[in-house]
Every structure is written in structure tokens, then in C-alpha cells.
């Protein structure tokens, strides 16, 4: 007669997510604030909404995104502090360009088997970019999936809660022809493009992830460097100077920068105006990619696009507030049609 089945015979082990939530508790637990209601463990986070009473009118914005294929370079370099700053990250931005600043977030991790160390490193990335962002991690779930995720492998997912007052919210509907669009720099691919510069790197350019790239950094290092997160942005949408704001990921400039234009207008983008990152031209040139495929799939450079009123752009790229973004001008709103034109 065979012996009893259990869980963990069949590749899941209760006993290894309770090895690891001791540690996970304490370090989601370092993100809470006096709005968190209730503790680590519990069926669902709570957060206490009346401080948003002091707001004439609270709007919540909430958004989910994933980290993408990014992930696979983690877990083929054994990296996995980084991914956490990503999805955060990301989240952020994409609620921001809205006005919104964040609450609270969630994370959702699948994973073929629980590891330890490997569920710890993801959730001290999240837990950085948490308390970077002034955010809440009030819940989560890590599924143990053998049947699912291959050996070594894991996905990440976020969802994030913020609020904006009514009379704060940034929708573009103020911009028209004659205001600037200013640049925010990006610390690289971000969360975006990984499939093609995957490729390219792997398949097109014979390269290892710990082969060097340049300056002493690997291909893995520059590919893994995390999503810049922009909520030092938020003082200048507190002083109401931004008409318009968009997150550059899936779709680079031309399925993002359109999202914030008015029908009567166009983005006329001057892709001169600043100089991409060497990975950026590593991946062109190797993968002998056209100019307006790299700049619909990555950055290329500029993770947030502004767009201002031209009395007020001067005071916004000598803001020392955004100093490290390295703001430039990079294009101008003209008449036309609600499309993004790149000038190549």
C-alpha cells in the first residue's frame, strides 16, 4: 500500500511560507503608519480613510501592473532585491501622472517553490520602495505553483490605492497649443520592453548577463537597474503647475504621451533633444531596430513626459525639487489632432 499524499508531496509546503512570514511580517509591518488599522496576518489590510476628510472632495485612483519579463532576468541572475523597487514604482507613476499620491499597496507573487531567501529579497524590494514613496504595504499573497511556474521561476504583481483631491486631478483637458514638454530622465528600460531586448541580448547578441557591458557594470546590472520612481513631482502638481503628465511604459511615447492630449492638439517630440542611455544603443544597433520601433517599445531615456505652460517652464527645469531627473525640453503641444508626432 503507498504511502499517504500530502501538500507538500505534491510540490507546495505550508511549512515554508510559516518559516518566512515571521521575517516578511516584520519588514511589511516597518511600512505602517498611523492610518493602518489592524496587523500583519490578518484576512485583508484596513486603512483608516478619515484623515482624507481634510480633502474638499477625495477621489481614491487605484492601478495593477506586473513587472513583466524583467522578472526572468532576476531569476536567471539570482537578483531578486530589485524587483520589488520596479512594480512599486511603476505603480506610483502611474497613479501620479493623474495627481494622485499614493495610500496603500498590495503585492501578489506566484512562484514555483518558496524559497526563503528569495521571498525575503523580493519583499525588502517592496518594502524599500515603499517607505521611499510614503506608502503603506497593507497586504499581499505568495501562491506556491509547481504546476505553473517552471523551476526557479516567479511573477510579481501590484495593485496600488492613492488619492487625489477632485480639484487636483491632472487629465490633460487644460493643455493647448503653445505649452512645452519637458523630459524626465528614466534609470533605464524600467519595466517595459524586456521581451525584444531580451532577444536581442541573448539570442541576437550572444551576450551572458554577467558579461560586461560597460563602466564595469554586467548586462545584468544595467538590465535589472530599477523604475525610477517620480513622486518628488508632487509639490509641483501641488502648486497646480502641471497641465498634463504621462508615464512612459508599454507603448513609449506614442501610446502614452496621446493619452493626455486634447483632440485639437498634437505632441511634437524632438527625440534630439536628449541622448539615450548606451543600453539603449546597444539594443538599436544589435537588434537593427528602427528608430520608431525603439521608441514605441522603450523609453528610450525619458520616463515621464510634463506637459507646462510656457511662462512656467523655466521655474520647473530649475526646480531643484527634480534636480535629479535632469528635466529638458523635448517638445512642444501643437494644433492638430490628438496624435504624437516623433521628430527623428
Known sequence: MS??????????????WNTVKGRIGELVSSTYNAHVSGQFGQFGGMFDISHLKSMDSPILVSSTDSVGTKVKIAFDTRVYN???LDIVNHCVGDILVMGAKPLFFLDYIGINKLIPQTAEQIVEGLVKACRENDCVLIGGETAEMPDIYSEGEFDLVGTIV????????????????????????????????YTLARKIVTEVGKKKYSDIFENGKTFGEILLEPHRSYIKLSPL???????????????????????????NCDAAINVKAWEPQPIFKYLQKTGNV?????????????GMVIAVSPENADLILQDSGIAEFKPVVIGEVVLGSGAVKMGF
Not at 179 to 193: E, F, Y
Not at 243 to 262: E, M, Q, S, W, Y
Request: aromatic share 4%; proline share 2%; net charge negative.
Open 3 to 16: 504511502a499517504p499524499l500530502t501538500y507538500e508531496a505534491a510540490g507546495v509546503s505550508i511549512d515554508a
Open 82 to 84: 530589485t524587483v520589488g
Open 162 to 193: 492613492g488619492v487625489v483631491d477632485k480639484n487636483k486631478i491632472i487629465d490633460g483637458s487644460s493643455i493647448k497649443a503653445g505649452d512645452v514638454l519637458i523630459g524626465l530622465r528614466s534609470a533605464g528600460l524600467h519595466t517595459n520592453g
Open 237 to 263: 502638481i501641488d502648486r497646480n503647475l502641471i497641465k498634463g503628465c504621462a508615464h512612459i511604459t508599454g507603448g513609449g511615447f506614442v501610446d502614452n504621451v496621446d493619452r493626455i492630449l486634447p483632440k
Open 290 to 302: 528602427e528608430d520608431a520601433e525603439m521608441y514605441r517599445t522603450f523609453n528610450m531615456g525619458v
